[in-house]
């Protein structure tokens, strides 16, 4: 058997696991199919880098296209004399773009138990960092009430999209995004104080 090629930089491990989990699944993913990509022995796919870090880093990068989505809308929320608390829609309707374009990344980092990897500090923070993108403009008081009801917010979101993946609900692009805007309304539109 011939000798393995040298890979140098662990992205090319996280890029082809990203692409692999995004065409095929989670479930389809395998050591050997991550080798067959990389042209490498499954015996040392891990070798270079764990199996935990390696979905982890695949998690990062995730959340690295969909935060690109998010930040700039939240820049110009903080910036423009705007309510803040807006940006919330955006990260809706950020995650149902990204869940559209990446249906199985989407599952596997919000519905699979994988997509919680603990250890990972990184990981942990981008979970549950939604608030992030407004604390710096709200008091603490306000702050504080704003981040259970966003929490709430984003799990309802959750669920609507993943219904809206698995077609559980029988709805089209427009009713998941009306049901998002009533969604707002219901659990974060108290909190806008643009009224």
């Known amino acids: 058997m011939g000798r393995d090629r040298v890979i140098t930089d662990t992205k090319q491990f996280v890029s082809a696991a990203f692409k692999i989990i995004d065409e095929q699944g989670f479930d389809?993913?395998?050591a050997r199919k991550l080798a067959e990509v990389l042209g490498i022995s499954h015996m040392t796919v891990y070798n270079y880098m764990g199996r935990d870090a390696l979905l982890n880093e695949v998690i990062l990068m995730g959340f690295e296209i969909l935060n690109a989505g998010i930040v700039p809308f939240s820049e110009l929320y903080k910036s423009d004399g705007g309510d803040p608390r807006r940006i919330f829609m955006v990260i809706a309707k950020e995650l149902l773009r990204f869940a559209q374009a990446h249906q199985n990344i989407y599952r596997f980092m919000f519905q699979n138990r994988l997509g919680l990897q603990h250890e990972d500090?990184?990981?942990?923070?981008?979970?549950s960092g939604?608030?992030?993108?407004?604390?710096?403009?709200?008091?603490?008081e306000e702050r504080e009430k704003v981040q259970g009801d966003t929490y709430l917010f984003i799990v309802l979101i959750n669920g609507l999209i993943l219904g809206y993946l698995g077609q559980r609900h029988s709805v089209t692009d427009e009713q998941c995004l009306a049901n998002i805007a009533r969604a707002y309304e219901l659990i974060l539109g108290h909190h806008d104080g643009s009224r």
């Open 28 to 30: 389809s993913f395998s």
């Open 121 to 127: 500090l990184r990981v942990r923070r981008l979970y």
């Open 130 to 140: 939604g608030i992030n993108f407004i604390k710096d403009v709200l008091p603490d």
